[in-house]
């Protein structure tokens, strides 16, 4: 169980949230101009790095707010969400 | 009876009766029943797994391989971990538990959640050490240790600190503890697990019932001393071979002669330690075997008497008579959590076993868990680690206290043996250690053990190396050595020495098997607490339950919800009361519980446009006072959630969704919203808790409006009215999910039950969710998660006219441009008939075009008959057909003959949306005669008002609880309005106020609120609520999660105030109600 320093809330357990996957995935701001495999990579394709990684959490038991996250991937270590 | 006449921590005053395999025993408070059993002479306690072996009592703690009983319901425990109580039943077992599913077991189990700055587990000398350097700072500490009394192996010893008993220290560092305020001590309590960001869980084991308790700490401090191990030699498993530091704490700490005559296997300074003691206990000690003596020889075998009990013990060529064999093979710290936190271990040569290397969390091991074994090392290594954890946290530094001087002579190294007896080799390829050849007498032959649990011998590791395995995790799982129910505790090391010596390198080269939860065996029902049977998970019900459940619904699971099903009368079952619902809501007025529809306020200047690029339709244009159904998409283009939305003013809609998806549906806008348009002024409320809503159906359900809604009654289709309803403000739609005349009547939900009943009375036939499937198919309105399974698009169920060609951009539109999307030979939404109309195609049945044929062409998404129709009917997803074709529905064995059709089976023109086309034609209907029915205003009915007697009955002194019934509430977003609790940025409950302001979202009957008061309403709290509910961090109020529940938690002066969303509100109160009566029986 992580525990999420949740900037309006204080630190919670990771069961009050729900995971968001990757951040800083944008959408696009013409999807229309996209080529498929663009628009493919958009909704299918994401990292999955050992190591860091910037993910979002949204606390869904709480202020309702989405975080972004910084995790590690093998220590679980997590920096200061924002 | 070999209990000793006096010594040791037993209260002879008292005497505890209990029964073994049948026969009558007794023993005395302080006892387990391990003791209990030797105290009795019960020298053989269960048989083991493989071999059937008779095996005694092997340790004197969690470690135990053999002597796991049944306790009552509980179908296998380590007999020396179970407190001997009066009563206590057990049984012994052949190395396995069975089940008894009917056993009885009266526990109450329940959770607990704690945070402190300082954990410390283990209440021996280090731990008592570093939770009174911690206590002493101030810091919040919380100290754990699984048994009875605090004092660890100060508890077993003899040992003086100062000149005084070494538990006389621990007694008053205990007593020092008491004085601190913050400082929690929990004995009994066993820490299982250590997981991510310090979170660390423990079984408290309680007479009513165990506690599982959630610890997150700041700092962590192990204190979980060493487990004395054994090693292999021929016959090692005899009933009467017991660990040295056991035979000790049975002589010293119960009072019990573990043996009349005793070899002692010293290869570690522990073995002159236990010689000592059992003398003193009035043992005789016929020799100490130490081979790390000049010309050291080793034990190389036992024999046993014809019941297979030690008798003897050879050394070398010469038997030695005894009949306890105490082994001393060295000490292994208990790296069990340390290893779980992910620090990683190093093999120590000196100590001859694996100690803590890198930490992995903020936490520091102290004592004999790390491999420092003398008593005042141990202490003053744990005033060390408790200071330094305390200062991590910010406390401190404070003046520690004195390292008390102790009468342990220096230990010297342990000897490095693995294994002895014929053919031995050792750790690294040394010189082997070979016995005598002793003839042929019995017991050359015997196994040489290395998992007692497991019956897993040298022989056995012998035969995984020599097939080639090199690691210890092959290993396990080849021979099964270490997953028995020790989980490996007296064999591991074994196997890794031995290993070591079979493979000729270094044991730390071989290391060792992967450390996982729990630590000592939980039960299924510890883990579960309360969460079982009604509480199992939450089960919501609207404001009109009571009422469904007085009229014998059956109801179904929607989600968490409970919905009726259908509403059997004098007998009927389910065919006959949908047949008998669906004719009532087609030919007069039949009313439903539509409650459980997501219910999303939307505010905001720009909320029209946000819903355009959300909807695949149009929501920007519509009118104020009319509504429009829609569809959503994920951006991968197939439908995520349908429903109407209506708009209410300008900048202000409601919008509807599916009662399974109402939370995922409110989360995603909120995502778009604040991960993708945030510059956009829009907000989302949900009141779906606030409003209670009865669908009234048919074409006689004008009547029935003219009576309580009279202002609404001429709505047109697909416009809404805020309207007066018997006598409240509510609000109604002209929705139609039948093709029949239909309003959605809307009130708060305290008036809900009211207006039901009020609605049953006017004639309404109350019908459920079969009868509303039944009908939303025959006019074939496709359902999200019964039709669509995530991979189908609007275009798939025929909505292309739902999707704006119009629109620059919607979520999903440039994925329905996809070539896959947008390919022809996709799957669509057509209509099924059987060739038999009595027959029902199943739903789930595949779709082939004829017997025999496995191309599936797609498959059956629903099936029903119809009263209308007079036959079945059926909806599918298939590719490739048109109507008229002809197709096999196969499902098991059945194979049914279909033909596809339109997918609207019934008034396909829509001519009865408005009523009974021939009855409006004749000029009938519609407006009601003054002298018609009448109902009686409605009546307000708080949530919890149901629960006022028995929350009056649960109180008592300590904690009370009771409902505060109709607040008003408003929710408020964007500026702060100076009053109310704030639940996030920029978002508020405003409580209490009467009026509202503009903006101001009246979400009065959304939430119940419970108040909880008096000095253990903190008590009940921690068994559900994870957050941290000190008062010097719980002053502001908080959402989070109660049980599972999500409440927002209030501290108030008095205790605290609980806000339940209002269908979570009977969960919640039994689990309250529950929690105060588990807590009284702990207490008791
Ligand atoms: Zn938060």
Redesign the pocket.
Known sequence: MLLID?P??GP?DENEFRYGGQAGIAYPERPAELTDDEWAGYVFRRDNPKGWFHERWF?AH??R?WLTVERHTVTHEIRKPR | MTRLPSGGLVDRSVTLSFRFDGHALQGHPGDTLASALLACGVRVVGRSVELGRPRGVFSAGAEEPNALVRVGADPMVAATTVELRDGLEAWSLRGKGRVDLDAADDRRCDKGYLHCDVLVVGGGPAGLAAALAAGLTGARVILVDDQPRLGGDLLNSRVRLDGARGLDWAALVAARLATLPEVRVMTRTTAIGYHDHNYLVAVERRPGGERLWHFRARGVVLATGAHERSLAFPGNDRPGVMLASAARAYANRYGVRPGRRAVVFACADSGYEAARDLAAAGVEVAEIVDPRAPGGEVVTGTTADAGGLLDGVRIGSRRVEADLLAVAGGWNPAVHLFSQSQGTLRFDEGLQTFVPDVSAQAERSAGACRGLYGTAEAIEDGFAAGAQAAEQAGFGPVHLPRVPDGDERALRAPAALWMTGPGATQAGGGEPVRAEPVGTEPGLSEPAFVDLHRDVTVADLARATGAGMRSPEHVKRYTTAGTGADQGKTSGAVVTGVMSALLGVGPGQVGGTTYRPPYTPVSFATLAGRDRGPLSDPVRTTALHASHLARGAVFEDVGQWKRPWYFPRDGEGLNEAVRRECHAARTGVAAMDASTLGKIDIRGGDAGGFLDRIYTNLYSTLPVGACRYGVMCGADGMVFDDGTTSRLGDDHYLMTTTTGNAAAVLDWLEEWHQTEWPALDVSFTSVTDHWATVAVVGPRAREVLSVIAPDAAGLAFMRHTAAEVLGVEGRVFRISFSGELAYEVNVPSWYGRSLWEAVLGLGAVPYGTETMHVLRAEKGFAIVGQETDGTVTPQDLGLSWLVSKRKPDYMGRRSHARPDTSRDGRKRLVGLLADDPAEQVEEGAQLVAGPGDRVMLGHVTSGYTSAALGRTFGLAMVRDVTTGDRLTAVSGQAAVPVTVVEPVFYDPENTRRDGDPSVARRGGDASPSPAGPSAEACRAESPAAGFAERFAAAGDDRVRVREAPFIPMWEVRGADPGTGLRL?PAWWLVTGEPEGRPGWVDVSAQRTVLELDGPGALDVLITGCPVDLHPSVFTAPVQTLLGQAPVILEPTASGYRVYVRASFTAYLAEWLLDAIAGNLVILG
Request: glycine share 22%; net charge positive.
């Open positions: 949740c309006h809330c919670r606390h709480g202020c707010v | 996030g």
